[in-house]
């Protein structure tokens, strides 16, 4: 066409062969190649025939240019012409083969052709050499078939190319696109695995950028989706920015420093790299540019990566991380601050926690964060057992919200704060209120089981039964549901409706398993065992699994008290061992080392028993930590034939230097064991005087300061405040609560005595002192002239079956006396009057009885009862030496002088 | 046969340095003063602020010396660039004993004019001390540590010589000394992200002494800041808070520490109840400063 253009021009002039190459050339080394093009295509067209042009072999020479030419000048079916004519020559050098294909392969692409483009990314692949090559073209294929819409195709040649041999810098970019679009298509799991299961092997920019980028946006996507550990793992592959803008002004450094080297070296080729250097030094300005504007993204990074510590269970790491970035405060400083709150609360720091969350508050008091902080300060300190203290954040919670759910579920926390302080009625209060007007019916049903819970916690397990039941009914929630079933069950047993328990409990467990099967296990093996149906409390005991290991510990003890009745004592000594060696805590090592030792001694194991007991002694003995030591001493000693120097054997097993909370726990065992209170008390303050407080467990910290307090030494304060210090867990913890108590007695400070002996509950009255503080406990409101709440204390004691005849009598004196002080003589002479007719056996009460009955009987005018009480009294023998005897006889006269007077004077009128 | 060629490459390549270190070269230093002014000579030292260059050719018989006041100078420029390059490899391949004499000989040449040198100059020092370290010449590293760290201008020397300084006083048993510089380096606010020797000491002390609170949390530092580069000590950092958690009772956390422990690819290996170095003689060293332990949670 162009010949024939030329022919018909009127200036036609006829350029050689030697001139057409060299406008070619010419024109290619200056960047033209629409006309270099057009030259080397002329040259071909006109000249390809001539002997001259086969003797040259100007084909293999020409064409490439040419072909490469027409891919520039956009002109890609000349290119591809030229470059197929090329390739199908036989003699080619190999370097140009390669040149030629790939640009071949850019024409196909261009041109649209892109089957054809994928076919010869194969051949090349086929006949290139080195590993490095073939992954280029197949790099360019998996491009090919991505673009195409092969996605799956390409995206796993990627993967391929990616774990291949080939060449470092074509492997990490396969990575980096297949990445990229796994990223794209949300195939979040293979982009993880891309990007994080295998070393970077880069420190090349700009695909360190590329990379970091990658993973922060992974990071992003796994943390949201609650993969923390992951996330975490790609936010520590993301680099700082600043240390990407140093790499990358680098690495601008050294190709400017390249360029300038290569473009003297450089003869025709220069054009292509020029070309090819502007490009990539353009390129990369513009990057750093990019990364020099960008936002420095290292506090979110931080951020981010101390949310995935704390959401991974790893708070402390996460502290560290917040406590930096609250230094330099930012925009999130309120965010910021409340997740250092959290992780503080997470790492076990309840105290610090809180700092914090008042910190925050006080600093950004508005803030959204600052609310949520309220909330984490009250549940902190709902979990420290602060309840008084929580009671009030959530009155402020509720104040300051205007959310009805919010204000609802504060309150239903100030319920459960009143519950664990034993506060039922109030407690009841509230959760009843919320059962009635809660917004969301979850909570509703939630209050609705926190009665019935409330009303089981105050011993009316009939009235919690009721409750449950009607929940029970009404529940859609399959929670509730279990959790009711289960309750009724216990309420039953607590009602000793052993029967109903059982098959209650046993309907349970006919039902799918569920997490309170265990439980229910154990109470449908106590309900058996109380109904004396032992077979069947045993099957349920051993069907406990053991991986439940504090159940089967719990259900051990019936177990073997079954299997000791039936004579399995064999079977009883397996099942305790193979228990322990499933337990870890040390208490219940403890009770079982105590089992197991009276069934080592049923077998006439003595040695067995004693080692067995030994063993845990010295194992945990001197461990102020463990609370169930005392029995252990108190069975090891009445095992053993010379116990002053078995003990003085164990202290010299134990492996620690300060032996010392042993050899005290020796001590309180001796005093304990004293016949005589005198000589008791002498030996728990001999205890006091002989440690340190800081080496004293809590038993022994318990009964010092319960004897101090009973002598009214303000050590005794020193003593308790140590056991709620350093043991807050611990059950001894009443003794503290006593010794406060009855200091605040000695000061005649009743509220205060009351505040203290009200926290010792029902479940303290395996302790010596839990009648007392009941007594003290009823004398300080009866000071305070509240009558009604003293006399309550002393009937619910009255009913307490576990209370002998001296004590019962003692507690009959004390409500007669109450009416007394109170002037209503008709009730205080009714239980007078009982008290020495069922207890006239225990004289300091009975014979105070009857002289106070006389009393009341006088101040109703009833002088002939009054006289008659007082002959029945002195004509008691047993009473002939009280001292209340000579007050009746001069009361008596008294009144037989008042009756005379009387009587005169009735004559008289 | 791996051994032997090894052998034979590095005896061959300590023959090529030390041909290239005493060919003399004809090259002079070069002083280039603020104006831009280039004066070449031997630089011969520094006295009283002024820098001294000795004219290297003249047409008279005697050198003359020339005097530059340091504060009009921009820098200078040695003439041993081969050397300290080739001294960069050796060092950098990790063959620290063999580094040491060509180290040692660029060391004494700037010596005179610590202060005042580029970067690149100053890294020999550091470089030296490092591989000292590395070579358990710990009292030498000490020594030359104590006597340059206050004269190296430059942050990436001075954090260097100061891990060398580090790893020299723990490896050789001068704990007080080691906990000092470790106390130093988180006061001044250095990462843990080139080393994490620092809470390491610490961390390992606070272990000794019981004190596994503190040991957990100063070994946690580290680990918290990590990214996934490899850090210098951390595996021990890993080990210290591993066993401080186990001593705690913390099991669960002890899992996931080791899943990252894993994860990173480092080997922890079992803590012994007896630190090795408390095995070593204790000279009389103690230093008047301890470690404060509530600065101990410094800035990693």
Same mark, same amino acid.
């Given at each position: 066409?162009?010949?024939?253009?030329?022919?018909?021009?009127?200036?036609?002039?006829?350029?050689?062969?030697?001139?057409?190459?060299?406008?070619?050339?010419?024109?290619?080394?200056?960047?033209?190649?629409?006309?270099?093009?057009?030259?080397?295509?002329?040259?071909?067209?006109?000249?390809?025939?001539?002997?001259?042009?086969?003797?040259?072999?100007?084909?293999?020479?020409?064409?490439?240019?040419?072909?490469?030419?027409?891919?520039?000048?956009?002109?890609?079916?000349?290119?591809?012409?030229?470059?197929?004519?090329?390739?199908?020559?036989?003699?080619?050098?190999?370097?140009?083969?390669?040149?030629?294909?790939?640009?071949?392969?850019?024409?196909?692409?261009?041109?649209?052709?892109?089957?054809?483009?994928?076919?010869?990314?194969?051949?090349?692949?086929?006949?290139?050499?080195?590993?490095?090559?073939?992954?280029?073209?197949?790099?360019?294929?998996?491009?090919?078939?991505?673009?195409?819409?092969?996605?799956?195709?390409?995206?796993?040649?990627?993967?391929?190319?990616?774990?291949?041999?080939?060449?470092?810098?074509?492997?990490?970019?396969?990575?980096?696109?297949?990445?990229?679009?796994?990223?794209?298509?949300?195939?979040?799991?293979?982009?993880?695995?891309?990007?994080?299961?295998?070393?970077?092997?880069?420190?090349?920019?700009?695909?360190?950028?590329?990379?970091?980028?990658?993973?922060?946006?992974?990071?992003?996507?796994?943390?949201?989706?609650?993969?923390?550990?992951?996330?975490?793992?790609?936010?520590?592959?993301?680099?700082?920015?600043?240390?990407?803008?140093?790499?990358?002004?680098?690495?601008?450094?050294?190709?400017?420093?390249?360029?300038?080297?290569?473009?003297?070296?450089?003869?025709?080729?220069?054009?292509?790299?020029?070309?090819?250097?502007?490009?990539?030094?353009?390129?990369?300005?513009?990057?750093?540019?990019?990364?020099?504007?960008?936002?420095?993204?290292?506090?979110?990074?931080?951020?981010?990566?101390?949310?995935?510590?704390?959401?991974?269970?790893?708070?402390?790491?996460?502290?560290?991380?917040?406590?930096?970035?609250?230094?330099?405060?930012?925009?999130?400083?309120?965010?910021?601050?409340?997740?250092?709150?959290?992780?503080?609360?997470?790492?076990?720091?309840?105290?610090?926690?809180?700092?914090?969350?008042?910190?925050?508050?006080?600093?950004?008091?508005?803030?959204?964060?600052?609310?949520?902080?309220?909330?984490?300060?009250?549940?902190?300190?709902?979990?420290?057992?602060?309840?008084?203290?929580?009671?009030?954040?959530?009155?402020?919670?509720?104040?300051?919200?205007?959310?009805?759910?919010?204000?609802?579920?504060?309150?239903?926390?100030?319920?459960?704060?009143?519950?664990?302080?034993?506060?039922?009625?109030?407690?009841?209060?509230?959760?009843?209120?919320?059962?009635?007007?809660?917004?969301?019916?979850?909570?509703?049903?939630?209050?609705?089981?926190?009665?019935?819970?409330?009303?089981?916690?105050?011993?009316?397990?009939?009235?919690?039964?009721?409750?449950?039941?009607?929940?029970?009914?009404?529940?859609?929630?399959?929670?509730?549901?279990?959790?009711?079933?289960?309750?009724?069950?216990?309420?039953?047993?607590?009602?000793?409706?052993?029967?109903?328990?059982?098959?209650?409990?046993?309907?349970?467990?006919?039902?799918?398993?569920?997490?309170?099967?265990?439980?229910?296990?154990?109470?449908?093996?106590?309900?058996?065992?109380?109904?004396?149906?032992?077979?069947?409390?045993?099957?349920?005991?051993?069907?406990?699994?053991?991986?439940?290991?504090?159940?089967?510990?719990?259900?051990?003890?019936?177990?073997?008290?079954?299997?000791?009745?039936?004579?399995?004592?064999?079977?009883?000594?397996?099942?305790?061992?193979?228990?322990?060696?499933?337990?870890?805590?040390?208490?219940?090592?403890?009770?079982?080392?105590?089992?197991?030792?009276?069934?080592?001694?049923?077998?006439?194991?003595?040695?067995?028993?004693?080692?067995?007991?030994?063993?845990?002694?010295?194992?945990?003995?001197?461990?102020?930590?463990?609370?169930?030591?005392?029995?252990?001493?108190?069975?090891?000693?009445?095992?053993?034939?010379?116990?002053?120097?078995?003990?003085?054997?164990?202290?010299?097993?134990?492996?620690?230097?300060?032996?010392?909370?042993?050899?005290?726990?020796?001590?309180?065992?001796?005093?304990?064991?004293?016949?005589?209170?005198?000589?008791?008390?002498?030996?728990?303050?001999?205890?006091?005087?002989?440690?340190?407080?800081?080496?004293?467990?809590?038993?022994?910290?318990?009964?010092?300061?319960?004897?101090?307090?009973?002598?009214?030494?303000?050590?005794?304060?020193?003593?308790?405040?140590?056991?709620?210090?350093?043991?807050?867990?611990?059950?001894?913890?009443?003794?503290?609560?006593?010794?406060?108590?009855?200091?605040?007695?000695?000061?005649?400070?009743?509220?205060?005595?009351?505040?203290?002996?009200?926290?010792?509950?029902?479940?303290?009255?395996?302790?010596?002192?839990?009648?007392?503080?009941?007594?003290?406990?009823?004398?300080?409101?009866?000071?305070?002239?509240?009558?009604?709440?003293?006399?309550?204390?002393?009937?619910?004691?009255?009913?307490?079956?576990?209370?002998?005849?001296?004590?019962?009598?003692?507690?009959?004196?004390?409500?007669?006396?109450?009416?007394?002080?109170?002037?209503?003589?008709?009730?205080?002479?009714?239980?007078?009057?009982?008290?020495?007719?069922?207890?006239?056996?225990?004289?300091?009460?009975?014979?105070?009885?009857?002289?106070?009955?006389?009393?009341?009987?006088?101040?109703?005018?009833?002088?002939?009862?009054?006289?008659?009480?007082?002959?029945?009294?002195?004509?008691?023998?047993?009473?002939?030496?009280?001292?209340?005897?000579?007050?009746?006889?001069?009361?008596?006269?008294?009144?037989?002088?008042?009756?005379?007077?009387?009587?005169?004077?009735?004559?008289?009128? | 046969?791996?051994?032997?060629?090894?052998?034979?490459?590095?005896?061959?390549?300590?023959?090529?340095?030390?041909?290239?270190?005493?060919?003399?070269?004809?090259?002079?230093?070069?002083?280039?003063?603020?104006?831009?002014?280039?004066?070449?000579?031997?630089?011969?030292?520094?006295?009283?602020?002024?820098?001294?260059?000795?004219?290297?050719?003249?047409?008279?018989?005697?050198?003359?010396?020339?005097?530059?006041?340091?504060?009009?100078?921009?820098?200078?420029?040695?003439?041993?660039?081969?050397?300290?390059?080739?001294?960069?490899?050796?060092?950098?391949?990790?063959?620290?004993?063999?580094?040491?004499?060509?180290?040692?000989?660029?060391?004494?040449?700037?010596?005179?004019?610590?202060?005042?040198?580029?970067?690149?100059?100053?890294?020999?020092?550091?470089?030296?001390?490092?591989?000292?370290?590395?070579?358990?010449?710990?009292?030498?590293?000490?020594?030359?540590?104590?006597?340059?760290?206050?004269?190296?201008?430059?942050?990436?020397?001075?954090?260097?010589?100061?891990?060398?300084?580090?790893?020299?006083?723990?490896?050789?048993?001068?704990?007080?000394?080691?906990?000092?510089?470790?106390?130093?380096?988180?006061?001044?606010?250095?990462?843990?992200?080139?080393?994490?020797?620092?809470?390491?000491?610490?961390?390992? $002390? !606070?272990?000794? /002494?019981?004190?596994?609170? +503190?040991?957990?949390?100063?070994? =946690?530092?580290?680990? &918290?800041? #990590?990214?996934?580069?490899?850090?210098?000590?951390?595996?021990?950092?890993?080990?210290?808070? $591993? !066993?401080?958690? /186990?001593?705690?009772?913390? +099991?669960?956390?002890?899992?996931? =520490?080791?899943?990252? &422990?894993? #994860?990173?690819?480092?080997?922890?290996?079992?803590?012994?109840?007896?630190?090795?170095?408390?095995?070593?003689?204790?000279?009389?060293?103690?230093?008047?400063?301890?470690?404060?332990?509530?600065?101990?949670?410094?800035?990693?």
């Amino acid at each position: 066409l162009l010949i024939g253009t030329a022919l018909a021009s009127p200036n036609i002039s006829y350029d050689t062969l030697e001139s057409l190459i060299q406008k070619g050339v010419n024109a290619f080394s200056s960047g033209n190649y629409p006309a270099s093009s057009e030259a080397f295509q002329s040259a071909f067209d006109t000249y390809r025939h001539e002997p001259e042009w086969e003797e040259s072999r100007l084909s293999e020479k020409i064409l490439p240019l040419s072909g490469f030419a027409s891919l520039k000048a956009g002109l890609y079916d000349r290119s591809i012409m030229a470059l197929a004519l090329f390739l199908e020559e036989e003699s080619y050098a190999y370097s140009q083969e390669i040149f030629a294909r790939y640009a071949l392969i850019l024409s196909y692409q261009k041109n649209g052709d892109i089957a054809s483009a994928i076919a010869e990314c194969n051949t090349l692949e086929e006949s290139a050499h080195s590993h490095s090559l073939k992954s280029l073209a197949a790099l360019r294929r998996a491009q090919l078939l991505l673009d195409s819409g092969k996605e799956s195709e390409g995206a796993k040649l990627l993967i391929e190319i990616a774990q291949s041999e080939g060449a470092q810098r074509v492997r990490q970019q396969a990575r980096l696109i297949a990445i990229r679009k796994s990223l794209d298509d949300k195939q979040y799991a293979q982009a993880y695995e891309l990007l994080v299961a295998k070393p970077w092997e880069t420190e090349a920019m700009p695909e360190l950028a590329l990379l970091s980028i990658a993973s922060l946006e992974l990071g992003d996507h796994l943390l949201e989706a609650g993969k923390p550990l992951d996330a975490l793992r790609c936010y520590q592959r993301v680099l700082p920015l600043e240390e990407l803008i140093q790499l990358q002004s680098r690495k601008l450094a050294a190709l400017k420093r390249q360029f300038a080297q290569r473009q003297a070296e450089l003869g025709i080729a220069a054009t292509i790299w020029e070309d090819f250097y502007r490009q990539i030094l353009a390129s990369l300005e513009a990057q750093l540019d990019t990364l020099r504007k960008a936002q420095d993204y290292e506090p979110f990074r931080q951020l981010r990566k101390g949310k995935c510590y704390l959401l991974a269970g790893r708070p402390r790491e996460a502290w560290l991380v917040f406590e930096r970035l609250a230094r330099n405060p930012t925009e999130f400083d309120p965010k910021i601050k409340y997740l250092w709150m959290l992780s503080a609360r997470d790492a076990g720091y309840l105290a610090e926690a809180i700092s914090i969350g008042r910190e925050l508050i006080e600093k950004y008091p508005d803030s959204k964060d600052a609310f949520d902080a309220l909330r984490l300060i009250a549940f902190s300190l709902q979990d420290y057992g602060q309840y008084h203290e929580a009671i009030e954040v959530f009155a402020t919670l509720v104040e300051k919200s205007t959310d009805k759910k919010q204000q609802d579920d504060a309150w239903f926390q100030t319920g459960y704060c009143h519950a664990m302080l034993q506060e039922y009625p109030l407690a009841k209060n509230v959760f009843k209120n919320l059962r009635r007007n809660a917004e969301s019916s979850p909570l509703k049903e939630q209050s609705h089981f926190w009665v019935g819970l409330v009303l089981f916690f105050q011993t009316r397990f009939q009235d919690a039964l009721d409750e449950f039941a009607s929940l029970a009914k009404t529940t859609a929630s399959i929670h509730l549901q279990i959790e009711s079933d289960f309750r009724i069950a216990s309420c039953h047993y607590a009602l000793s409706r052993y029967a109903e328990a059982a098959e209650l409990a046993e309907v349970l467990l006919a039902r799918e398993s569920n997490e309170r099967t265990g439980e229910i296990r154990l109470l449908a093996g106590d309900a058996r065992k109380a109904l004396s149906e032992d077979d069947d409390a045993l099957a349920h005991y051993l069907a406990i699994p053991i991986e439940l290991i504090t159940l089967k510990h719990a259900a051990s003890m019936g177990a073997t008290e079954i299997l000791v009745q039936k004579n399995r004592i064999e079977e009883a000594d397996a099942f305790l061992t193979s228990i322990r060696t499933n337990l870890h805590d040390p208490n219940a090592l403890c009770e079982n080392a105590l089992l197991l030792a009276e069934i080592k001694l049923a077998k006439n194991e003595k040695a067995e028993s004693r080692a067995v007991l030994e063993h845990a002694l010295v194992r945990f003995g001197n461990d102020p930590d463990v609370q169930e030591i005392l029995p252990l001493i108190e069975f090891l000693s009445s095992l053993s034939a010379d116990w002053v120097s078995d003990q003085r054997s164990l202290l010299d097993k134990i492996t620690s230097t300060d032996t010392s909370a042993l050899t005290s726990r020796f001590a309180l065992h001796r005093a304990l064991n004293r016949e005589h209170y005198h000589e008791s008390e002498t030996e728990l303050l001999a205890i006091a005087a002989e440690f340190e407080t800081e080496a004293l467990p809590p038993e022994c910290l318990a009964y010092t300061a319960a004897a101090l307090a009973r002598i009214d030494s303000p050590r005794s304060e020193k003593f308790a405040q140590q056991i709620i210090d350093r043991y807050p867990n611990s059950r001894y913890i009443v003794f503290a609560y006593y010794a406060f108590g009855k200091r605040a007695v000695y000061r005649g400070e009743g509220a205060t005595a009351i505040a203290w002996l009200s926290r010792i509950g029902a479940d303290s009255e395996e302790f010596s002192i839990f009648l007392d503080s009941r007594l003290l406990e009823a004398q300080s409101h009866a000071t305070l002239q509240e009558f009604g709440q003293a006399e309550a204390i002393y009937q619910s004691l009255l009913k307490n079956r576990s209370f002998g005849p001296a004590t019962k009598a003692k507690l009959l004196h004390g409500i007669a006396d109450l009416h007394q002080r109170r002037g209503d003589y008709e009730q205080a002479i009714a239980y007078y009057q009982r008290l020495y007719t069922l207890y006239g056996a225990f004289p300091e009460y009975a014979a105070h009885a009857y002289y106070q009955s006389a009393v009341a009987f006088d101040k109703l005018g009833k002088t002939a009862e009054a006289i008659r009480t007082i002959d029945e009294f002195v004509s008691i023998d047993r009473y002939k030496n009280h001292a209340t005897v000579s007050e009746g006889i001069t009361l008596r006269a008294k009144l037989l002088e008042e009756r005379s007077t009387q009587i005169e004077k009735e004559d008289e009128s | 046969v791996k051994r032997l060629n090894t052998r034979v490459a590095t005896h061959l390549r300590l023959a090529i340095y030390f041909c290239v270190f005493f060919s003399v070269s004809t090259k002079a230093d070069t002083l280039i003063t603020k104006d831009g002014q280039r004066f070449e000579g031997r630089l011969i030292g520094m006295e009283g602020g002024y820098i001294s260059l000795q004219e290297t050719k003249s047409a008279s018989a005697s050198l003359a010396i020339h005097r530059f006041d340091t504060e009009e100078t921009a820098h200078i420029e040695f003439s041993d660039k081969e050397q300290r390059i080739a001294a960069a490899e050796i060092y950098g391949n990790q063959h620290y004993a063999d580094a040491i004499p060509l180290l040692e000989s660029l060391v004494f040449r700037r010596l005179p004019f610590l202060g005042i040198l580029q970067q690149k100059d100053e890294e020999v020092f550091s470089s030296l001390l490092l591989s000292y370290s590395a070579s358990s010449l710990y009292d030498r590293c000490l020594g030359r540590h104590k006597l340059w760290h206050r004269k190296l201008a430059h942050h990436k020397t001075s954090k260097d010589s100061s891990i060398a300084a580090m790893r020299s006083a723990w490896a050789a048993g001068y704990r007080d000394e080691a906990a000092l510089f470790a106390q130093r380096w988180i006061d001044a606010g250095y990462s843990s992200k080139q080393s994490a020797i620092a809470w390491r000491i610490l961390a390992e $002390l !606070a272990e000794e /002494k019981d004190n596994y609170e +503190d040991a957990l949390w100063i070994s =946690l530092q580290p680990i &918290a800041f #990590a990214d996934a580069k490899p850090i210098d000590q951390l595996a021990e950092c890993f080990a210290i808070t $591993l !066993a401080a958690a /186990k001593r705690l009772g913390k +099991d669960d956390y002890i899992a996931r =520490l080791s899943e990252e &422990a894993t #994860a990173r690819g480092l080997k922890i290996s079992p803590r012994n109840a007896t630190p090795p170095n408390t095995a070593l003689p204790k000279p009389n060293r103690s230093l008047p400063l301890q470690p404060n332990p509530n600065k101990l949670l410094g800035n990693p």
